[in-house]
């Protein structure tokens, strides 16, 4: 079992420019997060799916857009990207999305927008 | 006030000691505690969840206070493996009935030989 996959670990953006980080689950779970790490903030919700064919804004959404493909998949697509979304994101996926369960995370991506 | 909040350290401890940490939280509504581990530059991974009369994990001890709303983790004889961040994780409700789990910034630890 890999677990938690994302590609790619690493990415230079310009501004203004776009992309799709990409996120796999093999532990068949229902739920999975995207997050966002950034020095003395702790980790951030940006968005959740609960289940297939669902997804909710977490605490920070803007200029994010996400897509639950199936049930193993989940992506996190930048618009328009801008350098104060420099930062590690991270997803994660539980059984379910009651909060006692285990989150297992990916090993995140590296994203500096300059 | 910061809904979780840790000390960020660093905590350079001599290899055999104990040590210990302490996070507060600020939702008395809040009912799931956990502590996670997460490696310089890698994800965070579950340590141990924090139960309301305590746990013990091997070395690894949690203590919940509602009371005072904290929660703390020591390391009993504490081992050059055990260098990381230690997280301190609370849910938190937002969004009509939702909960997140909220994280702190952690508290990095250095094991010295």
């Known amino acids: 079992n890999a677990g938690v996959t994302q590609t790619p670990k690493f990415q230079v953006l310009k501004t203004g420019q776009s992309m799709t980080l990409q996120c796999a689950q093999d532990?068949?779970?229902?739920?999975m997060y995207w997050y966002r790490q950034d020095p003395g903030m702790g980790l951030r919700l940006i968005y959740y799916?609960?289940?297939?064919?669902?997804?909710d804004k977490g605490e920070v959404p803007n200029g994010y857009n996400v897509s639950r493909l199936n049930k193993r998949e989940f992506s996190l697509r930048l618009e328009s990207a801008a350098p104060s979304q420099t930062s590690v994101y991270f997803c994660?996926?539980?059984?379910?999305?009651?909060?006692?369960?285990?989150?297992?995370f990916g090993p995140g991506t590296r994203l500096t927008v300059l | 006030r910061k809904e979780v909040e840790q000390d960020p350290g660093p905590f350079n401890v001599p290899e055999g000691a104990t040590v210990a940490f302490n996070c507060t939280y600020s939702?008395?509504?809040?009912?799931?505690f956990f502590w996670y581990r997460q490696d310089c530059r890698k994800e965070p991974k579950l340590l141990m969840s924090v139960y309301s009369s305590g746990n013990e994990d091997g070395r690894f001890t949690a203590q919940l206070n509602r009371a005072s709303q904290y929660i703390s983790l020591l390391i009993r004889d504490s081992k050059l493996s055990d260098s990381a961040t230690y997280l301190c994780v609370v849910n938190y409700p937002f969004n009509f009935g939702n909960e997140k789990l909220t994280f702190g910034t952690g508290t990095r630890l250095t094991i010295i030989p």
């Open positions: 799916s609960a289940s297939e064919g669902t997804t």
């Open positions: 994660a996926s539980s059984e379910a999305v009651i909060d006692t369960d285990t989150q297992y």
């Open positions: 532990m068949n779970h229902n739920s």
């Open positions: 939702n008395s509504a809040s009912q799931s």
